[in-house]
């Protein structure tokens, strides 16, 4: 069974940080590229940061760059999202992506991802 599991959301004040995981069971994350969405209530998903597969390349949103690192440890099959500098803005369920294609440098269209975890809610309130 392929799942793709989210872990280390939470509620933090703005300017706070969290640890995002996603870790993968039944299926290897080595050899592609991982992406992290978000979706706000009443807003569409938009992607966050992707990995590529080989050469672990990132690539982040506008909105995220300076504060948010994607990193990805091949031999744990997990990769993780840190979040600094938080702020409510951010609030969103976060979801974790793998590309459809092997050896993808990954990018923000959902489109050219297959397996998805179910999300992890994060909430920056004061």
């Known amino acids: 069974q392929v799942q793709l599991v989210e872990s280390g959301g939470g509620s933090v004040q703005p300017g706070g940080s969290l640890r995002l995981s996603c870790t993968a069971s039944?299926?290897?994350?080595?050899?592609?590229?991982i992406g992290w969405f978000r979706q706000a209530p009443g807003k569409e998903r938009e992607g966050v940061s992707c990995?590529?597969?080989?050469?672990?390349?990132?690539d982040h949103a506008d909105s995220v760059k300076g504060r948010f690192t994607i990193s990805r440890d091949n031999g744990k099959n997990t990769v993780y999202l840190q979040m600094n500098s938080l702020k409510p803005e951010d609030t969103a369920v976060y979801y974790c992506?793998?590309?459809?294609?092997?050896?993808?440098?990954?990018?923000?269209?959902?489109?050219?991802?297959?397996?998805w975890g179910p999300g992890t809610q994060v909430t920056v309130s004061s």
């Open positions: 992506a793998r590309s459809k294609a092997q050896y993808d440098v990954g990018s923000s269209f959902l489109s050219e991802y297959d397996y």
């Open positions: 990995i590529s597969s080989e050469d672990h390349t990132t």
């Open positions: 039944g299926v290897t994350l080595d050899d592609f590229a």
